[in-house]
């Protein structure tokens, strides 16, 4: 049997470069995993649902309905806890339904800045995800991730994306801008939340 036979192929539910890049670094070299970058005929869906793991499914089915094979959706964003949970859901339209990731950040620092006593208060927030995993239009399963840290009130780092700039983990005194891929990798929400995934899959399939 062919190195390529053995391959197993998914397709992440993102047109995002950055999150499809870390899916495979985090999924390893017996994957291929492709996105929806080479399939402009398919719209985005509305993101609707008030949780992660609904607007996960939402992306999920959305894709598994045109598409074959595995299709895995991801759905995530950070939680300030000073901020009753915000951004959330909304991480990714912070500020604005087509803001960019420099956008977002600054308005969370912009709203953390303006609270009273805001360098002695406790920044502690978490980044939290929900993968869903669906084929031929079905959740087969939706799998959560998350990693408890707090917020940096100056960005600091080169790497990452979204808020990975004001993002330092519990047990860091790093952003996960400054980490190493690979470091990260292995602490973040979504590399716990795709670990089960892989261990669900190993289960299924043996």
């Known amino acids: 049997m062919s190195a390529n036979a053995m391959m197993r ?34 719209p985005e869906p509305d993101e609707t649902g008030a949780t992660f793991e609904e607007n996960a499914i939402i992306k999920a089915l959305a894709a598994s309905g045109a598409l074959d094979g595995l299709v895995l959706a991801d759905d995530s964003g950070l939680e ?48 939290r995800c929900v993968m869903a995993l669906a084929e031929g239009g079905c959740v087969l399963a939706t799998f959560p991730g998350c990693v408890e840290g707090r917020i940096a009130l100056a960005e600091a780092g080169e790497g990452g994306f979204g808020y990975d700039p004001v993002f330092i983990p519990d047990g860091f005194t790093q952003t996960f801008a400054e980490l190493e891929a690979g470091t990260k990798n292995c602490l973040s929400h979504r590399g716990r939340a795709l670990s089960s995934l892989k261990a669900w899959l190993s289960i299924r399939a043996g």
């Open 9 to 42: 192929h998914v397709t992440a539910a993102t047109r995002n470069r950055h999150k499809t890049g870390e899916i495979a670094a985090i999924l390893g070299g017996e994957w291929i995993v492709e996105d929806l970058t080479g399939r402009p005929e398919l």
């Open 80 to 127: 300030v806890d000073i901020l009753n949970g915000a951004p959330g859901v909304r991480s990714a339209r912070y500020a604005g339904d087509r803001a960019t990731d420099e956008e977002n950040r600054a308005k969370l620092l912009d709203e953390l800045a303006g609270r009273p006593h805001a360098v002695e208060e406790p920044m502690t927030a978490r980044f």
